[in-house]
Nanobody, 123 residues
Framework: QVQLVESGGGLVQAGGSLRVSCVAS????????MGWFRQPPGKERVFVAL????????AYADSVKGRFSISRDNAKNTVYLQMNSLKPEDTAVYYC????????????????WGQGTQVTVSS
């Protein structure tokens, strides 16, 4: 069993930056591909970014490419999402996710979800 706990959300003005973090419990963190999804109000949860188990490979949704950066520290059981040049349309609850494979994670085949952290971008 893996528990994921997100932190770092908050309110930021458009054009600003924010970093959200996700800490995982257990000793198997490095065996999971990790990702971030987001769910805007009244909409479905969608893929944002993922990183492979080793951290070598990453992938991003087109809407955040060039603005967001995902990274992980396997020694700290933590995955990060650095968000720059934020826009009001980035407003959502951001969820951390763990999956057995990066490809599966991209298709929302998630083994574990975090509880989410709210990110609000004001115009």
């Amino acid at each position: 069993q893996v528990q994921l706990v997100e932190s770092g959300g908050g309110l930021v003005q458009a054009g600003g930056s924010l970093r959200v973090s996700c800490v995982a419990s257990g000793r198997t963190f490095s065996s999971y591909a990790m990702g971030w999804f987001r769910q805007p109000p009244g909409k479905e949860r969608v893929f944002v970014a993922l990183i492979s188990q080793s951290g070598v490979n990453t992938a991003y949704a087109d809407s955040v490419k060039g603005r967001f950066s995902i990274s992980r520290d396997n020694a700290k059981n933590t995955v990060y999402l650095q968000m720059n040049s934020l826009k009001p349309e980035d407003t959502a609850v951001y969820y951390c996710a763990a999956g057995s494979t990066a490809l599966g994670l991209r298709q929302k085949q998630v083994n574990y979800w975090g509880q989410g952290t709210q990110v609000t971008v004001s115009s």
